[in-house]
């Protein structure tokens, strides 16, 4: 990893900005509109206003300047030009008349019939049997007295609400001396011709209809906070959409408080996870960190999107506790441990909180009350709890299904016990609560070993699952360090054994101090036989080698297990003890052989290239790896002695400053010596020299018995 990576002065900006960014966007609306009702549609909930409202409405104040523009009546003026209009109109008719009437071969029957086909012509049946057996000379009177009965007609003003009246009296202009049904064919002849003689005065008019409007007072519409805005199931009003606009139910919800408050709120909550990361896991990496990010923002984003789909609850099925937000937790309780995992449950219940009240939406449809806040901060707190205990040292993805069931029955006993005091309850509710906490506690489970195994792959995050898989002596790099490097292979469990009980006497993770110091050595499968547990009394190759040659051989091993590593994928953690467990110690063999010769030599390249040791798993596996050569090396193996070589090395590690970034204590320190003091002095106890077995013996094992000298 990277020197600056492992700076924290530089990860906590970093790791700040990260959370906050990842919060801010999980927080702030997912589209444009809180309330996605247009004018027309059938509202699905009831709609209240959030707070009292007061303002001008347009679509009101548009609607009473529109009656008060009707009830203007249009300004009329006397038009003389319709009265010529009329009679050429009715000239017209009456010319295609006579040309019937005058028509000598035609017969009352053929006259009748091309009557019926002249436009504008409505005779009644009298008339009709008049007109067309009358003669010409007859008719002529008749044409003349229409034309003169419809001049007299057009002599008065005309209105045009006197109009139809005036046609049903059109017989009333006829000359009274006429016969009664030749009055009425005259009157049926230029009744269609009259109209009215007033044309609008569309200037005038409008002047005064903009007058009448102009003279309307602009309408106020007030709401009290939680008036019905919308009842449920009607059509949103064109007023009720102002409303719902006014009180910021519709529209652009990226306002400027909205967003100050999710930045403000992400700001903090940030701070409160990297505060916790470095009280509880001060050694995180930047993988672990994004997980925890991802943990923290995925639920909150995804119940801000969830909640308005499911609520308001009306059928009381309790369906906005069905998404599986312990899921996220559990998951981060395999990675980072329990205590980082329940900080971040708790910022996700009251951020989840948050983002539901966020949403005007969701405030008007019934979170706003305290039964529902409480309801849905525990549902999504308390239950992660749950599953973050069971899963915390998860060494078997079946843990992850029993946190599931612990998850479903805390969601069971929360939602009862708000259920208990809610007011509305009803014994239908006990079955969906049951139903949905099931569901919940399911998904949960099977989300979270699922998320769990593939995270651990996809971010390089190690597991303690993949921990427990690489323990297994069976391991195919285990084996080979058993056939190629017996007694590497023996050293290194010893030192696994010696920092694993150390691990768990301080609190460090002793599961990945052990499978860390199984694999510490593995570079000496390059090289084995330089190493001197390996030649088994025979001839050594450094006799033949400079020390400074014999040095770098030795050093090497640590950049060959890298490559190993890299060649079976050990995860990052694992390969860190290969180059770390030595730190920048000098090869102190064969640089003190190199000073007999030159006392002014240069050390730098008797060192290893490190680095120190960064945590306090590989700062465990340096001491124990360090204890246990030089106790082995030692010849007095009595607990007195055994304790001087523990101290001695602890000291000199001390003076020598590998442990400086390793965050181990003196307190720290102080209870790893006594421990690696217990440990040895068993592994390296006294035994009791048997005497030699008896003539008695001898005959039991069917071996012949020793014959002894008497001299």
Known sequence: MPSFLRDHTFLLPITVAGFAVALFVALVPVSTSSIGLKEGEIAIRTIRAPHDISFTSPTLTQRRQDEAAEAVPDSLQFDASVAGTKQTQLNEQLGRIRTIINDASSTPASRGASLERVEKLQLSPGSATLLRNLTPVDFEAVATEARRALATTYDQTLPPDLVAQTREKAVNYVDKDLPRETAMLVADLFRPFIDTNQAVDKGRTDALRAAARAGVAPVQVAFAKNQEIVARDEPVTPEAHEALVEAGLVGKTWKPDRLGASALLAIVAAFAARAGLGAFRPTVSPRELLVVGLALAIPVFIMKVYLPQVLPDDQRHFLAYLIPVAAASMVLAGFVGAAVALLVAALIALCVCFGALLLLDVTVIGIVGTLDVARLALVCGLPAASGVFAVRNAERLS????????????????????????????????????????????????????????????????????????????????????????????????????????????????????????????????????????????????????????????????????????????????????????????????????????????????????????????????????????????????PERIGELVEEVFAERLAEGQLDESDLTLRDIRALAESFKATLSAVYHPRVEYPAPTDAEMLLRRLPVRKVSNQ
């Not at 919940?440 to 597991?463: C, D, E």
């Not at 490559?563 to 102190?588: D, N």
């Not at 240069?602 to 120190?612: C, I, S, V």
Request: charged share 20%; glycine share 8%; hydrophobic share 45%.
């Open 399 to 638: 843990q992850f299904l029993v946190g599931g069931l612990l998850v479903g029955v805390s969601i069971f006993a929360v939602l009862i016990a708000t259920w208990l005091i809610d007011p509305d309850r009803t014994m239908n509710d006990v079955p969906w609560i049951l139903l949905v906490a099931s569901i919940n506690g399911a998904l949960s489970g099977f989300l979270a070993a699922g998320v769990f195994v593939t995270l651990g792959s996809l971010f390089g995050v190690t597991t303690r699952l993949q921990l427990l898989e690489m323990s297994q002596l069976s391991n195919p790099l285990l084996l080979r360090l058993q056939d190629e490097a017996p007694s590497t292979f023996q050293h290194s469990v010893i030192v696994a054994s010696l920092a694993e009980k150390g691990a768990h006497v301080i609190g460090a993770d002793a599961l990945l101090a052990r499978v860390g110091c199984y694999y510490h050595d593995i570079g000496k499968l390059a090289r084995p036989g330089f190493f001197i547990e390996n030649q088994l009394g025979g001839a050594n190759p450094h006799d033949a080698l400079a020390p400074t040659d014999s040095a770098r051989i030795i050093a090497d091993h640590t950049t060959d297990g890298l490559a190993l590593a890299r060649q079976y994928k050990l995860p990052e953690k694992v390969a860190a003890f290969i180059p770390e467990h030595h730190g920048t110690r000098l090869v102190s063999y064969f640089y003190r052989r190199a000073m007999e010769e030159d006392p002014d030599l240069d050390a730098t390249p008797f060192r290893y290239k490190g680095p120190k040791p960064q945590s306090r798993e590989t700062a465990i596996a340096m001491l124990a790896d360090s204890c246990e050569a030089t106790v082995r090396a030692e010849p007095d193996h009595s």
